[in-house]
Every structure is written in C-alpha cells, then in structure tokens.
C-alpha cells in the first residue's frame, strides 16, 4: 500500500511526532488503563510458541483446569480490589492435544474448553459483576458466538502476517489465516475486539505493517476493533527463543508510532507498561492506553515482569503531561452503543460499572451511599489558578487550555464545558482551584445555610418520571409506604412547628394529584400563611405551576401573579432534570420539556418571583448534555436575572425505577459530582453567584470536598427531606447548626445563616 511506504523511511523521531498528534487530536492527554483481574483458565495449550512460559506441560499442573471456586476467588480478590475486568486467559485447544484435558471437562459436562470458559464467564458475572473478556485465541464463528452472550468483549493477538516463522513452528493456530478469520468473524458478530502485533519473533516492519493494514481493513468492514496492542518481545528462559534478542526499544516505539498511522484514530493503541523499563517513550510514540493492569494477580503471559503499582503508572502518566483514566474491558465508543455491542444480557453490567463519558467508575461512593469519597484535594490551601495553570504536568492539555481561557474573562461555550467534565486527576484539582478563586471572588469565605423545612403534601401523582422513586401513581404498588396526601391542618401544624424551630423558610412541593385543581396550590399557601405571617414560602417547580395555571385554565403570569399575592416568594428549579429533550425523552418523557420550564421560570422572573436552577445528573446522560443545561439556564439569567442559586443534584439511584429496570448508571462518581459544582461555578461566573452542595447527596465529607470546589452554600437544615431518602439516600433527614458547623470548620471558613434570597442573619433584609 503506497499511502505507508513514507514509514518505512521515516526517521522514527519524525514518526513519533506524527503518532502523538494523531493521539492528542483523538484523545487529548487522556490516557487509560483497564483496572483487572488476569485468570488462567487453563495453562494447557495445543500450540507450542518459541517464546511461551504460559503453556505448560500436563506433568507440571495439578489439574488441566482452574474450578470454579478457584476462578470465584481469583475474581472476588479483584472486585473487592476495584476492579471491572475478568480477563480470562488460556491456551489453545489444550483438549485436542491432550487427553488429560478431555477427560477434565467430560468429567465436569463440559464439551469444550470454549463452553468451559463461557461457563465461568457466566459465573464470574453473576457473582462478582466483573465483565469478563475472552483471550481464547483463534475461534471458529461459532465459538465466538458461544463466548458473545457471556464475554463483554474478546480478544486475540494477531502477532505477526509472517508466514513460516520459527517461534510459531508447532503451532497451528499462529496461521496467519486462521488469525485473520477469527478477527473477521468477531466483526460480523459485531463483537469488541482487541487484537495486537508481537514485535521482534522474527519478522520484519514491512510484516508489521501488513499486519495493521490488515487489522485496519477488518475494522472497516465492521468497525470491531476496539484496541491494537503493540508488545514487544522478550526473551524467556526455558524457552526456545531463550537466546534470541530482545526487541529493541527503538522497534517497538517504531510500530507503535506505525500502529497509530495506520490505524484509524478511533482504534486505541495499547503497550504493555510491565515490559518496558521507561514508560515515557512509549507515550511519546503514540499510545493511549496501557491495558490491564492488575492489583490482585500476575501477568502470567510475563510473570517475571510484574504489574507497576497502580501509583507508579499514575505518577509515570502524569509526569509526561498525560491523565490517567480507568476504563471497562468496552472502549466508551462500543459501551455507549450498547444495543450494536454488548448481548443484552450484558447491557447492565457495563451500565452499571461506567461514569458519564462510558468509562470506569473510579470508586465506590455514590450519591446518597455510605462508602465515602475518594480524596480530590488536597487538605493544604490551594494557590490560585494563574498561578498553577502554567504546572508542566499539564501543559498542553485542553483542560488548562479553557482555564487559562477563563483566567482571560473569556466565556465557555458546550466544548470548553465538556472539556471541563473531562477532567481527571491533576486536571480536576486545577479545576476546583479556579472555580474556587471564583468563588472568593464572587461571594467571600463565608459558607451559608437556611433553616428551612420541607414539606411534600403529596406523593401521589399523574406524572411518570422514571428516575422518581418519590411518586406513587394512583394504582401503583405500594412498596415503600402508602399513598399520602396532607391535609391541610397538617400543613400549617409543620409550619408552626417549623417557624417555633427557627425556620425562616419552607419548601414546598410534592407529586401532581389527579384531583388537585389549580386552587390548591392556593390553598397550600393559605395553609402555611395560617401558620406564619413571615416565613418565606420557597415552593412549587415549573412543572406544578405549569400544571396548576392549565387547571385552572389561566395563562401561566395571571396564576404565578396569583400565587405570588397569596405568598409565594421563590420558586425551587426542580423538575428541570436535565434540560435537555433528548435525556427529558428517556427519563421523564411526560413531563414539561426544556423550553416550557425556561419559560416558567422566565414568566416567574417577570412577575417578580426569584427561583433556582437545579440539574439532576448521573443517571442516563452524558457530560454534553450537562453543558447544555448549564448555557441554557446561564441564557435564561442573562435575560431575567432571577435565579439566586444553582444547586445540583446528583442522581440518587437506589430505588428509582430507572435504576431498578437496568437503563441508569448508578448516580455520578464523586469527580463528577464534584466538577459539577465547580464547572458550574465557572460557567455561571458574573451570572449566578451562589452554588449549593446538598449534604443529603454528597455526605459531609463530600459536601466539604465541594466547598473546595466552588460551592459556597450547604442548603437548607432540611427537617422531613423525603424524597432523597425515597430514592435511597443514606445521609439523614435533617442536619444542626452543629453538624454543619463541623462539615465547614476544617475548611477554616466561616459558616452563617442566610435567608433564601442570600440576606445574611442580621443583615438588613429586603427579601
Ligand atoms: S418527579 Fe415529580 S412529577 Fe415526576 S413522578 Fe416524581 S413527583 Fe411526579
């Protein structure tokens, strides 16, 4: 093929440089690694390679195969590790060389070792939710077909075009052909597929170029191949090539270099990091990926390199101007397209285990759980933006880019907002320190709160919002308590009782009742007036009000004009969810839809009402979708000026039925949930001042991270919060002074309280 013949001259230098730039344009400085658990399987195998120490004879194996509980053990140790991966490794056939391997699996009902291996991919899956991926070398079709069901993703080297070559004599399914027909068939069964080249068993470039175009023509026939491993041989004692030359690094870092020229830039490019001493040029060749990397087991292909310590790979990463990411045995591109990838089977274990971007989840917290957050920040005060954005660690990064853009008073658009969301690492530290100095900026050290109580009147309602475990349709079954719908004594009795507490503020909303008419909503208000004279009523989201003007058959200004005359002061920027119709579609398709809750809170706006924005994240969306939301609402600010506040809320997935059919992820991670808070800071700088961290969702713990973060608000004390506590959450129902006093005194900030309007206790109040 012409279009490559400049490799084979290029000077490797030149090539390197090429390779980088087809990466960073691809992929940023986003490099990742896959988080696993490596189980032999079998170490029997019909082939003999001249460079193998993983096959081993019969005579020096206790049994032809791994049992089940020793596979449970191998992947329990690594779930409980962290991992997502079960990558499953075996020989070849060992059953049609020998017949000690052919009675283990009659003797075990099992027909061969590919119905073993889906056997205990289906174990591993249903006990530990790791996501198996399949290493079982050249399949026929329907093998392969076997293994799809049960195996999130398969794999196998292609290691060299080269036909003849001494270290494959003996073993016949190192054909070149049967390689190449295995990787074909994975990409009519639309099967991930990783694949890769043995550098240095005896071919030469001109082979590995072979070898690329041909993976590159596969993948354009049926766009499987999901990653190219580029390994560089070494030479192993007791082996047949024990005397032969190591590859040598110039060689690898070459068709690394060729493997991300040749390749469409939607393939990654994967290296080994245990079979190189430096890890930086293989970075500077043009990798994106390091594998898998095991904090539990072995490289058995390599056992005499261990696996660099998770730290040492991240700091290696780092220190070359890269972050490092976890990711799923699934690339993003083929977990985000489920329904071409993944057999419906596995759908939601890959759903589950993935963040927003359809990468690894990097921990255990979620919203409203008990496992607490990971460490972002560091504890030390941090310096400001401009004076970090210069950091080598990040040079060049798109991230640092929109910072420093930010630092120039420059406004962020839906890229420079993805790119935030994408930050990870050291990336996300710079971050918080910029949506952090914003917040100086903006609103001063001084964290606050209201004392406020919330009171939902009903949770019954028409509306079917699938992410809502709050509601109970008229018919519903009634799993976690009975319909209710207060009466409206109940009601002011709350308020008074509140106000006696020292509440300033109640927060009113609840379900959409078939029977509620558009006075009700006034009748609420008379209820709590009844109570209070003063009390600051925060309450009824765009979708209420929506709701109640077309009961009562009015246009939306003539029935918020009323509510405000009866008492209504603010309203809460629930129900937005995400404002973004395509999301709105799956998880609350009946709701009112991104430009009828703009509007409500544009006509709100108008006639005098104050409201806030809110975001519910985490559950089906990705980051674009976000940043939508946060242009849109900033829009809206432009035009009105009457929020007061951005508060979101991630995703609390327990409960909910989204989460209970399989079709959400499990909340945000916590990096997301923190960057949420500090992109919107950024986002929103000049427009909304205030940022809210609601402690129900992120712990206090978390809640402390985020007023590093740009968050300059705790919310409201909160007596009676029932629908985060409906959908699961674990943090309590109402929160003291005293709590919040120690949520914020580690930050050294001081704490007081506020009105909802933002008045500070003993300030002159015009709310
Ligand atoms: S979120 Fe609100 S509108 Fe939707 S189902 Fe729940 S209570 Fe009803």
Redesign the pocket.
């Known amino acids: 093929m012409p279009i490559n013949d400049d490799l084979l001259a290029a000077p490797l230098e030149e090539l390197a440089a090429r390779a980088r730039s087809v990466r960073d344009r691809a992929y940023g400085r986003r490099v990742t690694y896959s988080p696993k658990v490596f189980i032999p399987l079998t170490m029997l195998c019909r082939d003999r390679c001249g460079y193998c120490t993983f096959a081993k004879a019969p005579a020096r194996l206790e049994s032809p195969y791994l049992a089940p509980e020793e596979v449970l053990a191998i992947a329990r140790a690594g779930r409980a590790a962290g991992c997502h991966e079960a990558l499953f490794t075996l020989g070849e056939r060992p059953e049609e060389r020998y017949p000690m391997a052919r009675d283990w699996l009659a003797a075990h009902g099992h027909a061969s070792t590919v119905d073993y291996l889906a056997a205990m991919c289906r174990l591993v899956t249903e006990e530990t939710g790791l996501l198996p991926h399949a290493n079982a070398g050249a399949l026929l079709p329907e093998e392969l077909a076997v293994l799809r069901p049960v195996a999130a993703s398969q794999g196998m080297m292609l290691e060299s075009l080269a036909e003849g070559l001494a270290a494959h004599r003996g073993a016949p399914d190192k054909e070149p052909a049967r390689r190449l027909a295995t990787l074909e068939a994975a990409g009519e069964q639309a099967i991930p597929f990783t694949t890769g080249i043995l550098v240095g068993i005896g071919d030469d470039r001109a082979h590995r170029l072979a070898a690329l175009r041909a993976i590159a023509a596969s993948h354009a026939r049926h766009g499987h191949v999901q990653e190219v491993i580029v390994q560089n041989f070494l030479p192993k004692p007791g082996t047949a090539m024990a005397k032969v030359d190591p590859c040598p690094p110039e060689e690898l870092r070459w068709a690394i270099a060729a493997a991300r020229l040749v390749l469409p830039p939607e393939i990654h490019v994967q290296a080994p990091p245990n079979l190189s001493d430096d890890l930086a040029p293989l970075l500077e060749a043009g990798i994106d990926d390091w594998g898998g990397v095991s904090p539990v087991t072995a490289d058995h292909v390599n056992p005499e390199r261990a696996w660099p310590a998770l730290e040492v790979l991240r700091a290696a990463t780092e220190a070359a101007g890269h972050t490092l990411a976890p990711r799923l045995t699934v690339y993003p591109e083929f977990a985000l397209d489920p329904q071409r990838w993944l057999d419906p089977d596995l759908r939601f274990g890959v759903l589950d285990a993935s963040d927003a971007e359809g990468l690894a989840r990097d921990g255990a917290w979620c919203s409203g759980g008990e496992a607490p957050p990971p460490a972002l920040l560091e504890t030390a005060p941090v310096p400001s933006p401009l004076a970090t954005l210069g950091g080598a660690a990040q040079a060049g990064s798109a991230v640092a880019e929109v910072l420093t853009g930010v630092a120039l008073g420059q406004e962020l658009g839906i890229d420079e907002i993805v790119t935030l969301f994408g930050a990870r690492g050291p990336e996300v530290r710079l971050v918080a320190e910029t949506a952090d100095d914003l917040r100086q900026r903006a609103v001063g050290d001084t964290v606050t709160f209201v004392r406020n109580r919330n009171i939902n009147y009903t949770?019954v309602?028409?509306?079917?919002?699938r992410?809502?475990?709050?509601?109970k349709?008229p018919l519903s079954l009634n799993l976690r308590g009975a319909p209710y719908l207060l009466e409206l004594d109940e009601i002011t009795r709350r308020v008074a009782e509140a106000e006696a507490e020292g509440a300033t503020e109640v927060c009113l909303?609840?379900?959409?009742h078939p029977d509620f008419d558009g006075d009700y909503y006034l009748h609420v208000l008379g209820a709590v007036r009844a109570a209070s004279e003063t009390i600051h009523i925060h309450g009824f989201?765009a979708?209420?009000v929506t709701e109640g003007a077309r009961r009562s058959g009015v246009p939306l200004a003539d029935y918020l004009a009323r509510l405000k005359e009866a008492g209504l002061k603010t309203l809460p920027g629930?129900?937005a969810?995400i404002l973004d119709d395509e999301v709105r579609a799956v998880i609350?398709p009946d709701?009112i839809d991104t430009d009828e809750w703009l509007e409500a809170h544009r006509v709100a706006h108008a006639v005098g009402l104050r409201s806030n924005v809110t975001i519910m994240f985490g559950s089906v969306e990705q980051p674009v979708s976000w940043a939508r939301h946060l242009v849109r609402t900033r829009a809206l600010q432009r035009e009105t000026g009457g929020f007061t506040e951005f508060v979101p809320l991630p995703f609390v997935h327990m409960a909910t039925p989204l989460y209970l059919q399989h079709r959400a992820r499990r909340g945000p991670t916590f990096r997301e949930a923190l960057l949420m808070h500090a992109v919107g800071r950024i986002a929103y700088a000049g427009d909304i001042e205030n940022i809210q961290v609601s402690w129900v969702k992120m712990g206090a713990e978390g809640a402390r991270q985020v007023l590093r973060a740009g968050a300059n608000d705790l919310g409201g004390t909160l007596m009676d919060e029932n629908?985060s506590r409906a959908a699961g959450a674990q943090h309590g129902q109402r929160m003291g002074v005293e709590e919040l006093e120690a949520v914020v005194a580690p930050l050294g900030r001081p704490l007081a309280q506020r009105s909802t309007l933002y008045v500070l206790a003993g300030a002159p109040s015009h709310a």
């Open positions: 949770n309602c028409t509306f079917k919002c992410f809502c475990a709050f509601s349709g909303q609840g379900g959409i989201t979708l209420e629930t129900a969810e609350c709701k629908i």
